[in-house]
Every structure is written in structure tokens, then in C-alpha cells.
């Protein structure tokens, strides 16, 4: 994604919750988005309006939502970028597993692909030395 394309962070947060709802259910209704989201039905239908002017999902009032090819693709690079900062936090750090989740929330926004790269690459040096658990 370009500079001018880049999401902020709450249109990812609905990204990434479309997903799970998707894939739980099959499709998202944006009640269930509110609901998941803990946040007032009104609220979603703008951001929805936003994110199918962009191309990144399936809307229609009153109908269901479902993510098109692109908007998936940038939900599952999401998800993927918060589980593996929840699997670093909890599994590495020793972070409670709830504390963990919401600090990968947060975490997931916060950095560009070429960062997020190089943690990736450092966890797999950390992961792959023999010492490690040596103390």
C-alpha cells in the first residue's frame, strides 16, 4: 500500500474483526461488528462505507459483509502480525496472556512492513539459538 493508502488504525481493527467474524460465520452483520468491537451500531455503518469505497469490503445497508480479495489479504497480514506479537509477548517475554493480546492490539499497527520483517527474523534468531534456555 502506498502512503496515500495506508489504513488507520481502527479501519484495521474492523478489517481484522470482519475476518474473524467471517470466518467464525461465514459473513459479518454490523451488528455483530458493534457487538465484537464493543461499540454503537452507528458508529460501524460509516467506517463499512468507508472501507467498500476503498474496495476492501462487500456492504450493503442493512445486509452482510463480507471481505473482498484485497480486503481479506490485508485482514489476514493483520491477524498474522498480532499473533505472532501476542506468540513474542506471552511465549518470550513472559507477558500474561490477556495483557499480551491487548498490547499486540496495539503493537500491530505500529509497524511497517520492513520492521515488522526484521523482529520477524531477530524472534527466528532468538528461537533458532541453542543457548537460549541454557540461562
Same mark, same amino acid.
Given at each position: 500500500?502506498?502512503?496515500?493508502? %495506508?489504513?488507520?488504525?481502527?479501519?484495521?481493527?474492523?478489517?481484522?474483526?470482519?475476518?474473524?467474524?467471517?470466518?467464525?460465520?461465514?459473513?459479518?452483520?454490523?451488528?455483530?461488528?458493534?457487538?465484537?468491537?464493543?461499540?454503537?451500531?452507528?458508529?460501524?455503518?460509516?467506517?463499512?462505507?468507508?472501507? +467498500?469505497?476503498?474496495?476492501?469490503?462487500?456492504?450493503?445497508?442493512?445486509?452482510?459483509?463480507?471481505?473482498?480479495?484485497?480486503?481479506?489479504?490485508?485482514?489476514?497480514?493483520?491477524?498474522?502480525?498480532?499473533?505472532?506479537?501476542?506468540?513474542?509477548?506471552?511465549?518470550?517475554?513472559?507477558?500474561?496472556?490477556?495483557?499480551?493480546?491487548?498490547?499486540?492490539?496495539?503493537? %500491530?499497527? +505500529?509497524?511497517?512492513?520492513?520492521?515488522?520483517?526484521?523482529?520477524?527474523?531477530?524472534?527466528?534468531?532468538?528461537?533458532?539459538?541453542?543457548?537460549?534456555?541454557?540461562?
Amino acid at each position: 500500500m502506498t502512503k496515500e493508502n %495506508e489504513l488507520s488504525e481502527s479501519l484495521e481493527d474492523y478489517l481484522e474483526t470482519i475476518l474473524e467474524l467471517q470466518t467464525t460465520n461465514t459473513v459479518a452483520r454490523s451488528k455483530d461488528i458493534a457487538e465484537k468491537m464493543d461499540i454503537k451500531r452507528g458508529s460501524v455503518t460509516g467506517m463499512l462505507k468507508k472501507l +467498500a469505497a476503498q474496495n476492501f469490503i462487500n456492504y450493503e445497508p442493512y445486509g452482510y459483509v463480507t471481505l473482498t480479495p484485497s480486503g481479506k489479504k490485508i485482514a489476514k497480514e493483520i491477524e498474522a502480525r498480532h499473533i505472532f506479537l501476542k506468540d513474542f509477548l506471552f511465549r518470550i517475554l513472559g507477558v500474561d496472556e490477556t495483557e499480551a493480546n491487548k498490547a499486540a492490539c496495539r503493537m %500491530e499497527h +505500529a509497524m511497517n512492513k520492513e520492521t515488522f520483517k526484521k523482529f520477524k527474523e531477530f524472534i527466528s534468531t532468538i528461537d533458532a539459538c541453542p543457548h537460549r534456555d541454557n540461562g
